[in-house]
């Protein structure tokens, strides 16, 4: 066999398949036919299970040229039994009536006869364009698979189920979803979300068993969406605590032996004889360079905890990161504080608010050409409102909104999830040419 391919997460999941998983396999061209295929029978060979292909829609050649391209020389597994190809015309599924029964009958036996060979189980792929054909009706066919179910979990077999996009009516794609329990979508393989258990769509009343499914989907949705929240706002906390704890490092330490380093330098020639002009100007150079060192790992400190934060407040740390911000950009910063002073807000909102802050302004920087900016904090019980505005190059928001979910910098996402782990909204307008203005509504406590 080949040196093993690069491992992608789809590649890791399939190959971890347990025995009795049932996948329906979706399809919408050759390429994301093969990209599923191949290493799904490629895995069969790793883990020492027999490969039963059933095919239809592609021929035996050209099933075993997926493994060929993958670097496998199928010839020798073929020979050996553990690679086996049914093609429709050696009268798989049934030679007339497709019975759903018979059919597991004899994957059943199929099973039990990989094992008795000394094979670690039974590893199924079949395209299920056939039942195009059998005048049989999508109820027959969704019988079969919701048999599977039964049939699968308790075996040693695992099962893919080909479906073609292109050819199979949209509707009975639905429900062919809605029966397995993992579902693979070209190259990319998911936990179904659709999925009914064994028998429900069965039930006397099948469109109230969806609609129980689906609500009780929607409210395991939101409840796993809380638990992320709360591992998020659980992992940033502890970023922060490690920043505050490497600030301190670098503040008091490495900062500190910094400045003994640049003082011994400085007067490492007193009450000593005149040195070479050569000397002491290298001697001036280190000194230099030590001092700049420490600038450095002063604002390195400053950035991973500012001490204004805890020393002053949010509303004196916020005004010393826009000064900062102007000195730095020439982007000039109107910023406004109203009724935050008397609020008792704790670390957590504040060290959040100074980020989200922090990240708009830089964001502004980067990507805007403003001139100007605008930053407004408001007390307006029982909530906080943050305002930060620009007068730059904007953008197109819907286009934005689109791309947001797979941008691989912070930007609006940071701001977004930072919003929702305080429980609050964030609003974004913008449009070329106009400028962009973010307001985010926090809930208080103070």
Partial sequence: MAAPLKQTEVEKRLWALRPGSHICGLFGSPEEHRSLVAPFMRHALERYEKLLYLADSHGAEQILGYLSADGVQAAPYVMSGQIRILESRDGWPSGGDFDPEAMIARLSAETRAALAAGFDGLRVAAEMSWALRQPMGAERLIDYESRLNGFLPASRCLALCQYDRRRFPPQVLLEILEIHPLAAVGAELFDNFYHLPPGELLD??????????????????????????????????????????????????????????????????????????????????????????????????????????????????????????????????????????????????????????????????????????????????????????????????????????????????????RTELLGGVMIVSSSPGQGTRILIKLPHGG
């Fill in 204 to 417: 006397a009343d099948p469109a109230a068993v969806r609609l129980d499914s689906w609500i009780d989907h929607l409210r395991e949705r939101q409840r796993a969406e809380i638990q992320i929240r709360t591992l998020t706002r659980k992992l940033m906390q502890t970023q922060e605590d490690e920043r505050c704890m490497i600030s301190r490092e670098l503040h008091d330490r490495i900062s500190q032996d910094l400045s003994t380093i640049k003082i011994s330098l400085e007067t490492l020639f007193d009450h000593q004889p005149p040195p070479a002009p050569e000397i002491r100007a290298r001697a001036t150079k280190l000194s230099g360079l030590v001092h700049r060192t420490i600038r450095t790992v002063r604002d390195l400190a400053y950035d991973l905890r500012p001490p204004g934060l805890d020393e002053m407040g949010i509303v004196s740390a916020v005004a010393a990161v826009c000064e900062e911000f102007s000195a730095k950009t020439k982007i000039r910063v109107d910023y406004r504080a109203v009724g935050v002073e008397k609020l008792k807000l704790d670390v957590d909102t504040q060290i959040n608010l100074y980020r989200m802050i922090q990240e708009g302004l830089n964001n502004i920087h980067r990507h805007a050409g403003a001139a100007e900016a605008v930053v407004k904090l408001t007390a307006a019980h029982p909530n906080i409102i943050l305002r930060i505005e620009d007068n730059g190059r904007g953008f197109d928001l819907e286009r934005r909104s689109r791309e947001i979910d797979s941008e691989k910098r912070m930007g609006l996402r940071s701001l977004q999830e």
